[in-house]
Structures are given as C-alpha cells and as structure tokens.
C-alpha cells in the first residue's frame, strides 16, 4: 500500500469513527442526556376516563361519539377537565378540533379553582371558535385571572408583558390567516407553554404568544387542563388529545 492509500484510509478511518461517536449516546457520559419526554394519550377514544365533568350538572353536556369528544351546549355550559393530573405547569399538548356550525371553545391550562368568585377557574385560555368570529376569540389567548389585568392577545399578536404589568404588542410575522382554517373540518392545535411563554398553533402556524415578566407569584404556576363548552346552541369535536409534560 502507498503512501498516501494508507493516508486515505486512515482518513476514512477517523472519520467514520466521529460519525459512530456522535451518533451514539451510549458514548456519552452517564446523566449528560435526558431522554425526551413522549406524548401521551389523554383520551382514549371510547369513553371519559381520565376526564371529569365540571360543573356536575353538565355531565349530559359531554359524552363520546365515533372516537371523538362531543360538547352540546344546550346541555350544560363548563368545562371537561383533565382529572390524572391536576397540576401541570409546562406542557406540549395537541388535539384536533372542529365546530359543525358556530361555536366558542378552547382549552385552558394552568387552572385553578377561583377563590375570588369571579370565575369558576383561573386560568390561561387558549380560545378557540368558528371561521368568522373574529380574532378577538378564534387563536387568541385569553386570561381568566381576577385580580389581575386580563391583557388583549389576539390572533396575530405576540405580547410582552413587563414586569409592572404592562402590555407591549407587535404582529407575528407569517402567523395565522383566516385562509389557514377549516371551517367545519378538522383542525390541528399545539399549545406549548414553558415557564413564562406560552403559544398557540392552529394548522402549523403560530397564531398567538405571550411572554409575562411580573413577579412569579402573581403568575399561575401549575394547575389543569380543561376543554370548554362556552355556549347554548353550540357543538364542538374534539379527538387525537395528546399531551406532553415538560416539568
């Protein structure tokens, strides 16, 4: 073998190496990988197991059809909460979702019982509702926080929220259009919240952010998932619920 065969072969030879170190975690040292947390089904698809009504006398209002969630407003207004885990703070979750006529939805994570009254539950609202009813509810998010400011992010809106609690609003960049939902057709959502930051995707795209800086102890920390049935006359579908726990 020449010179340089063996200066060409050896070069392969460290080379295929690096590739067969970095492609292999079991080379690395003990406790510096985490393996990444997997989604979870949280809906079965043939029954609520796992989820409970609230309030109770709107149980008639929620029930299982062809492997989807259906919610009838005409029986009961509330919420169908997550009940295995009722304190979850940073999450990846997803679901797909569809109205067959009009309707007010959405799901709200971090909640808690509101002990002012004012609500039911505080929380943090990801809204959700039928082509056309205006971007103040469909992929906006809402705050149900008595106390506190309840503070405008609507669709299209990324929000900064300083630590004197004050709004600071600029446009998403290639967010979500009217033009990207299905109207009485499935959509696809993604809610991921870490720590401070929350967004919400509808179809792909980023429909609404928001990012608050006040003191953590006017922030809600931890709390449930719940799916909501917001008005009389309305119906919605919800099926393919998965959730991924950051904490």
């Not at 492609?23 to 003990?30: D, E, L, R």
């Not at 979850?88 to 006529?101: K, Q, W």
């Not at 930051?197 to 980023?206: A, P, R, S």
Request: proline content about 4%; aromatic content about 8%.
């Amino acid at each position: 073998m020449t010179r340089i065969s063996k200066s060409i072969s050896l070069l392969v030879t460290c080379v295929l190496a690096t590739i067969l170190f970095c492609a292999c975690p079991a080379t690395a040292k003990s406790g510096e990988l985490k393996p990444e947390p997997e989604f979870v089904s949280i809906f079965n698809g043939n029954n609520l197991s796992g989820w409970e009504v609230t309030p109770p006398n709107s149980k008639d209002a929620w029930s299982v059809k062809d492997g989807m969630i259906v919610g009838v407003g005409d029986k009961g207004r509330g919420y169908l909460t997550y009940s295995d885990n009722k304190k979850i703070a940073n999450l990846e979750l997803v679901f797909s979702y569809r109205f067959p006529g009009k309707g007010n939805s959405g799901v709200s994570i971090r909640g808690i019982v509101d002990k002012t009254g004012k609500r039911d539950f505080q929380s943090y609202h990801a809204d959700l509702g039928h082509l056309g009813i205006g971007k103040n509810v469909m992929g906006a998010w809402d705050f149900h926080t008595p106390g506190r400011t309840e503070h405008r992010c609507f669709r299209g809106d990324s929000l900064v929220i300083d630590k004197n609690d004050q709004p600071h609003i600029t446009p998403i960049k290639d967010g979500l259009t009217t033009a990207d939902i299905k109207q009485g057709d499935w959509n696809h959502v993604r809610v991921l919240a870490l720590d401070n930051n929350f967004k919400l995707y509808v179809n792909g795209k980023l429909s609404s952010e928001f990012t608050e800086n006040i003191e953590p102890g006017k922030r809600l920390g931890k709390g449930m998932i719940q799916l909501q049935l917001h008005d009389p006359g309305m119906i919605v579908h919800f099926r393919d619920v998965k959730l991924k726990v950051l904490d």
